[in-house]
């Protein structure tokens, strides 16, 4: 028996020594109704005899968890002393292994050691003697233990050290999940600015600003009725908590993991431990925070208060305390935020009964908030801190007293805000010089929107004060927010965008640029940036005509709603490109050897493999748009037709994603890249742009999957080409495809090369195309296909599988892809896209595509050194340049050294030409990164977490473009990285310094 909960008797095997008692006690518990009691006497032993379970890991496994032993310890006085824990055989004469846990506590307290890594010395499979040394300077006294686990897995990652044991997992402070389970690192950490003289009267006169500001924001004032007293009482005593002496009792409060139960036996602890979760408990704090502020009677304040002293500590007594890491704390800020709140509406309350110092010491513990105080270059950005935590972590410094201390605790906090919104460099958190929003090392809008809505309000409390982040900070987490409503139309975002949740029904929320427009322009020149705020106007605007008192703010300072944005925008760390027009978006997004092409779970996302295999979304149609409206349907996705992707398109049961636990950096969840560094893309005046990548899929799957794509925009026009599609899968064909539409009703019609309306259903056509074609879908887009290609079109009823449950789904669809056949070798497209137009301006489009003279555009080149379109209404020729070419002579550009993507605009009244370009390799690595690879030189599946150049800096290369004739730079915003380095041969060679795969342009002139 590996498992220990105390309810009837002392368990066969347990011993003490001859002065110390062992027996059953009601009187406390953390499952059950009873725990062991421990009355001890001086150097006291406790001895469990029996195996311990406890075996080797075994690399390879599928599993990465680690046996460990976790218990809970009840310690009715802090003392300064410690239990030691050994562990070894009997008849040996001497432990395997070992570890101490301080006592220098009162209350509940746990540990989770692996046996492996947390403890001194070597355990061993034949250990079958568990012995507990007690306090060795106490004289008498007694401790409580319950639900001990002898020998259980548990994720490496999660085990955290706190007070009580120091050495648990000590490689935690410099994991990815840090900036939960380093609560005590960042409480030693050491405090470097100087203490100030005095308090000034302006910074006491922001201290109650920030205090105002804080209590606004968070409280919430209601009518209060007798049933809101009744219903809170109800909810209060379903806790089970009462008092006996200066003792308190209740039901155990827990986080939901319940990470060390064994699999076996999850649901029988769960059930005997009969546990509140941390969240509904916080959850109830704060509403009896609110109805407490907003009451105006008397004894109903009395009853309130003491329903939230006894909810405080118990919580203390459950050992959310100061000091406590609960085995572990690893995403424990979402069950907790509801405290931090709560705790400060109720600090009047907490002083008059002697608690607030208690609480506000366990906020500041909890919400990390010693973290401030970490050097300025080991600062790192996170979403999850910014959404959960960072507001208690505020709170705990307001609350202090008004000493020169809380200055300095809160210039720390600023600076230390300011350094987490700079642009982060490699793939850290937690925003990019482009605008993108990183968490789990990548571009990720699901938890970009609560991190904005955790980080935007504290921008505004400090905002005019002496407290406000930097100018650079505020800038970038700015640019981040203007970015998100451009990626989202009007409020969802592109499906690509989804990681692993692809519902299509993620969304923005409004609320957080009202914050930033209320926190003032960067430069802190002006109390609203108005520019947000018309954003925030453009997105708040209701429906009913209401408003709310900030919408009715902004507009009486003269701020109207901006118009649906409208341009270019290449995203290069999210790998992604954006194009709007009046109300529509298209976006195409993209995968490297630095970004992963999909994130999957156990649970989530289980056949999105494609997802960013060049996937382009055209997000036009609802009032608001809406991917749904737009042609996105969960139910019956056709999960191998991405629009724009190209793909294998496999069975459903081939494509569903074989989730690892690959290291111990990662969980079970599977983030695949590429070995390609080219993916991303270019724009030019803000207007146009393009966007290419090299597609190969990884070998966890598909490793001889590979093509070469682009995809250019000009105003209404969408060009995409490939070439080079290669595979060796010769069951099933690859294919690129066109589009993938929900339809509402079957009777929903496309239009094929002109003729009437396809309005039947089921309706399937292929073609061998002799002539060029056109098909108007079902959303209002058309599509231009040139002879020589084999085209599918399809309304069909389609049959998938839920990404999350694995259970059946079905719905009608419209879809139309290209055909290269199984195992293709040398394949490629051509394609053109209208976006929003009717049937005759797609007759009108294909007509003129028939004359050199009048084509919209022409293919100059589509092989595997490049790509290349000119756009005749804008002048301009676009190049992705797969790889460097001496000999390109296409256009203005006769040579180019680096693959690049290259951009340029004829001025027809000056001459003079519009250059704009982007190497778009992050170069967070040079070569080739040899643990991605077997014995045998196959490239294996690794976990990013685990990347040494997740953390690095872009490196700066040099980008050559040979121009043909004799340029001058006019203009550019790039400053010096752009030059002009000589003039030979008529020919003129412009060099650009990149750097973060950030486009650069400028204006050239003739040269004499």
Not at 243 to 251: K, M, V
Not at 986 to 1001: G, S
Request: net charge negative; aromatic share 12%; hydrophobic share 35%.
């Amino acid at each position: 028996m590996y498992i220990y909960s105390f309810e009837q008797e002392v368990p066969a095997g347990w011993s003490s020594d001859g002065q110390s008692r062992l027996s059953i006690s009601g009187d406390r518990y953390k499952d059950g109704a009873h725990s062991l009691r421990w009355d001890y006497k001086e150097r006291p032993r406790l001895t469990v005899s029996g195996p311990i379970g406890f075996r080797p890991f075994q690399e390879g496994s599928v599993s990465q968890a680690r046996d460990s032993f976790a218990v809970w310890i009840y310690n009715p006085r802090p003392l300064q002393d410690k239990l030691t824990f050994e562990f070894g055989r009997s008849g040996r004469g001497q432990a395997d292994c070992r570890f101490d846990f301080h006592l220098d506590f009162r209350g509940w307290r746990t540990v989770w050691a692996a046996y492996e890594r947390d403890m001194d010395g070597t355990p061993h499979p034949d250990m079958d003697t568990l012995t507990i040394h007690g306090p060795q300077s106490a004289g008498e006294g007694t401790l409580y233990i319950d639900q001990l686990l002898l020998c259980t897995p548990i994720d490496p990652r999660f085990h955290t050290r706190d007070f009580q044991a120091p050495a648990v997992n000590l490689r935690a402070d410099n994991a990815a999940n840090a900036h939960w389970l380093s609560l005590y690192a960042f409480e030693r950490l050491e405090r470097c600015l100087p203490l100030p003289d005095e308090v000034t009267p302006e910074q006491s006169a922001a201290h109650l600003k920030m205090n105002e500001r804080y209590e606004v924001f968070f409280f919430r004032k209601r009518n209060v009725a007798p049933d809101d007293i009744e219903r809170l009482e109800h909810d209060f005593a379903a806790y089970g908590i009462s008092r006996r002496g200066d003792a308190i009792t209740g039901r155990p409060v827990e986080l939901p993991f319940f990470d060390h139960f064994p699999a076996a036996d999850k649901e029988r602890l769960k059930a005997l431990a009969n546990s509140v979760q941390l969240i509904e408990y916080t959850k109830l704090m704060r509403r009896i925070a609110d109805v407490y502020r907003s009451a105006d009677r008397e004894d109903w304040k009395r009853k309130l208060a003491g329903m939230f002293i006894d909810l405080v500590d118990h919580l203390e007594d459950q050992g959310w305390a100061y000091g406590s890491s609960q085995g572990t704390v690893h995403h424990f800020g979402y069950s907790f935020r509801e405290y931090y709140p709560a705790v400060f509406l109720m600090r009047e309350v907490l002083k008059e009964h002697g608690r607030l110092e208690l609480s506000r010491r366990t906020m500041y513990w909890y919400s990390g908030t010693g973290r401030i105080h970490t050097p300025l270059a080991e600062v790192e950005g996170n979403i999850d801190i910014f959404n959960t935590t960072l507001h208690g972590m505020l709170a705990s410094l307001l609350m202090l007293d008004e000493t020169p201390y809380k200055v300095r605790e809160l210039s720390a906090f600023r600076l230390w805000l300011s350094q987490s919104l700079l642009p982060a460099r490699g793939l850290r958190a937690a925003y990019k010089i482009d605008g993108s929003a990183y968490h789990h090392v990548n571009h990720y809008p699901a938890y970009a929107v609560g991190g904005f809505q955790g980080v935007t309000p504290v921008m505004y409390f400090l905002g005019g004060t002496p407290y406000r982040v930097t100018e650079e900070a505020h800038k970038t987490a700015r640019r981040a927010l203007l970015a998100m409503r451009l990626y989202s139309n009007k409020y969802e975002w592109l499906v690509s965008l989804s990681a692993r949740h692809p519902t299509g029904k993620w969304a923005l929320d409004p609320e957080p640029f009202a914050y930033m427009a209320l926190a003032g322009t960067p430069d802190g020149t002006r109390d609203i940036d108005e520019e947000v705020a018309a954003a925030y106007l453009r997105l708040a605007a209701p429906a009913s005509g209401e408003s709310s008192d900030t919408v009715r703010r902004l507009m009486a300072a003269g701020i109207r709603p901006e118009a649906d944005p409208s341009g270019h925008w290449a995203m290069n760390y999210a790998a992604l490109a954006l194009h709007r027009r009046d109300s529509w978006l298209a976006g195409v997004r993209g995968h490297s050897r630095y970004l992963w092409a999909n994130e999957t779970y156990v649970s989530a996302n289980l056949y999105g493999r494609y997802i960013s295999h060049g996937h382009l979304q055209i997000m036009s149609q609802g009032d608001p748009v809406t991917n749904e409206a737009s042609g996105y349907s969960h139910d019956g996705w056709d999960w191998n037709r991405w629009p724009g992707t190209t793909t294998v398109h496999k069975p459903i049961a081939e494509l569903r994603s074989d989730v690892r636990n690959v290291d111990t950096f990662s969980g079970f969840e599977e983030m695949l890249i590429s070995d390609e560094s080219y993916a991303g893309g270019l724009h030019l005046e803000g207007r146009n742009g393009m966007f290419a990548m090299k597609l190969h899929e990884h070998p966890k799957y598909e490793g001889t999957h590979r093509a070469r794509k682009s995809y250019f925009f000009f105003d209404n026009r969408i060009v995409c080409l490939g070439s080079d599609i290669e595979n060796a899968e010769s069951r099933y064909a690859t294919e690129t495809t066109l589009f993938q539409n929900h339809l509402a009703g079957g009777n929903e019609a496309i239009r094929l090369n002109g003729e009437p309306p396809v309005d039947e259903f089921p309706y399937s056509r292929k073609m061998e195309l002799d002539n060029p074609a056109s098909i108007l879908d079902n959303k209002g887009n058309g599509y231009y296909i040139p002879r020589g290609q084999r085209l599918s079109v399809s309304k069909a009823t389609q049959h998938s599988k839920h990404q999350s449950t694995d259970a059946d789904t079905e719905g009608n669809f419209a879809a139309a892809w290209l055909d290269h056949g199984t195992a293709p070798d040398g394949e490629g497209y051509e394609y053109a896209i209208l976006v929003g137009v009717g049937a005759e301006q797609l007759v009108r489009f294909c007509e003129a595509m028939r004359s050199p003279d009048e084509a919209a555009y022409r293919v100059l080149n589509k092989d595997r050194l490049a790509h290349i379109v000119e756009d005749r209404a804008s002048r301009t020729t676009a190049y992705a340049f797969f790889e460097a070419n001496e000999s390109v002579d296409i256009g203005h550009v006769a040579a180019v050294d680096t693959p690049s993507m290259v951009m340029i605009r004829e001025e027809p009244e000056s001459g003079g030409l519009i250059v704009s370009a982007v190497d778009p390799d992050l170069r967070l690595y040079e070569g080739v990164e040899e643990d991605q690879y077997d014995e045998h030189g196959n490239r294996i599946e690794v976990s990013l977490y685990s990347r040494r150049w997740v953390h690095a800096e872009s490196k700066e290369h040099t980008l050559r473009l040979t121009l043909k004739g004799r340029w001058s730079r006019k203009a550019s915003d790039a400053g010096d990285a752009v030059r002009i380095v000589s003039h030979a041969d008529d020919r003129t060679v412009v060099e650009w310094t990149c750097k973060d795969a950030m486009p650069m342009e400028c204006r050239l002139e003739k040269s004499l």
